[in-house]
């Protein structure tokens, strides 16, 4: 959706695809997530099915011609992987290079070197902060468990105590953000500024992975005490190669494309003049295509030359790192092409309309209703893209610092409780081998921990800026 037609959309300067009121219209948007729901949790059918039929039913409700109802999917769609794909697909590249290369485990090694008893749980939150920043959650819970697995059986801890605090890393970087594909979406459907909303981002993750990481692990290996399973711990990428990335070339590489976009940032509030060549260079460099495409290009050389990889090896890396992403890309495709179909029927004014005569903050509200998709979907995913495309229409007289608040609190609506529907949950289950109870007691309380301490900071920014 472009500033543009949310502009236009907020002048009632476009009419909806359907003249359904605000009731019908209400109903549409409960029958469009029900079928969601229904489909993925009840006959497990793929996201991308489950949103682009739940798309239909929701243009069949409101009464919109099902012909306009297709053009407005795939619109939001195309406009969604145009906006995000190429970024997907970078972050993507940038993650297998950092775990084929065996860089992953120099930072893991190397910070655990230095690192030692009532220290670990600071340390691994750590770690799976800095990994989890190029990374896709389940990336990382991969790359991690074999770390996590180890420490707990080599220094005699309990498996919460060590295991928490690394969920927590890798859960608010996927939530909080960018380059991870929920946070980008939602700063797509409301234009909002990338670097500020990093910069946002990266204050608020903080104390938010303190709270739900070292301190409530605490908690958490008293309710779940149980020991390394032995036969979940795999081998490690880095076994098989004859040497690996240093410590500093691999940070640094990991930690580029953030440098850039928050130096445009920077820039941006500094020299506030978009003719000056300062700031024109910046918004070029800084742009999050440009920012990754130079972190994959320098990772080639610092994570897999220092590895020996030869070109052909490095070709094979790249190559297997997108085929595992057309999953997620269909699903973000499908998500965007959702909230297109909800704002072309008139939702997001609905929702703008009703929302002038409530006392609830835009930012609460946006909370609120990406919770609701959350616990409804199970996705994190799903759940910011439409809750995004939902509440784009509130983010037009928005400032800057406040439209980035907005994906912010979007993110941690979307985190809130993970439960049987999520795929997180069954991973995380399986990895540390818990029952349903104990991974309700440990994970799904460490993400709704995550969601309310996150959702909290957010609003309380928004009363000083």
Aim: proline share 5%; aromatic share 6%.
């Amino acid at each position: 959706m472009t500033r543009l037609s949310v502009e236009m959309l907020a002048a009632d300067a476009v009419e909806p695809i359907t003249s359904a009121g605000h009731a019908q219209l209400g109903v549409a948007v409960l029958a469009g997530i029900a079928v969601i729901v229904l489909l993925i949790t009840q006959f497990k059918l793929h996201a991308f099915l489950a949103l682009t039929i739940g798309s239909l039913a929701l243009g069949a409700v409101a009464g919109a011609p099902l012909d306009k109802v297709i053009v407005s999917f795939t619109t939001g769609l195309g406009s969604t992987v145009a906006g995000v794909g190429v970024l997907i697909a970078l972050g993507a590249i940038l993650g297998k290079l950092l775990a084929d290369s065996g860089g992953a485990d120099q930072i893991v090694d190397t910070i655990l070197a230095k690192a030692g008893g009532r220290a670990m749980p600071w340390a691994m939150v750590l770690i799976a902060s800095v990994i989890g920043l190029p990374l896709f959650f389940e990336v990382g819970i991969v790359l991690l468990i074999p770390v996590v697995l180890m420490v707990a059986k080599r220094g005699n801890y309990s498996l919460m105590r060590i295991g928490i605090p690394a969920l927590a890393g890798l859960s608010v970087m996927h939530g909080l953000i960018p380059p991870h594909p929920g946070p980008l979406v939602a700063i797509d459907a409301v234009k909002a500024n990338l670097g500020v909303t990093l910069a946002l981002g990266v204050l608020v993750a903080i104390p938010t992975v303190i709270i739900a990481g070292p301190v409530f692990s605490r908690y958490a290996a008293r309710w779940v005490d149980v020991p390394a399973p032995d036969r979940m711990i795999p081998a490690r990428a880095s076994e098989e190669l004859e040497k690996r990335p240093g410590f500093g070339a691999t940070l640094a590489t990991m930690l580029l494309p953030v440098v850039l976009m928050l130096s445009k940032a920077l820039v941006d509030i500094v020299v506030d003049d978009p003719a000056h060549k300062v700031q024109r260079v910046f918004d070029v460099i800084g742009s999050p295509l440009v920012a990754l495409l130079a972190a994959v290009l320098v990772g080639m050389f610092t994570l897999g030359r220092a590895a020996g990889f030869t070109k052909d090896r490095l070709s094979t890396t790249v190559e297997k790192s997108l085929a595992p992403i057309a999953g997620i890309l269909l699903i973000v495709g499908a998500g965007g092409g959702f909230k297109q179909t909800l704002i072309d029927c008139g939702v997001g004014q609905m929702i703008l309309d009703i929302s002038k005569d409530w006392s609830i903050p835009a930012l609460l509200l946006a909370w609120l209703i990406a919770v609701a998709i959350r616990l409804a979907t199970g996705s994190a995913t799903v759940a910011t893209i439409s809750a995004a495309g939902l509440v784009a229409p509130l983010a037009a007289d928005m400032s800057t610092a406040h439209t980035s608040l907005l994906v912010l609190a979007i993110g941690a609506g979307s985190l809130f409780f993970s439960h049987v529907n999520d795929a997180g949950f069954w991973l995380v289950k399986e990895y540390f081998d818990l029952s349903v109870g104990q991974t309700v007691k440990t994970w799904s309380v460490m993400e709704t921990i995550i969601s309310v301490v996150a959702g909290g900071l957010v609003l309380l920014l928004s009363l000083v800026i």
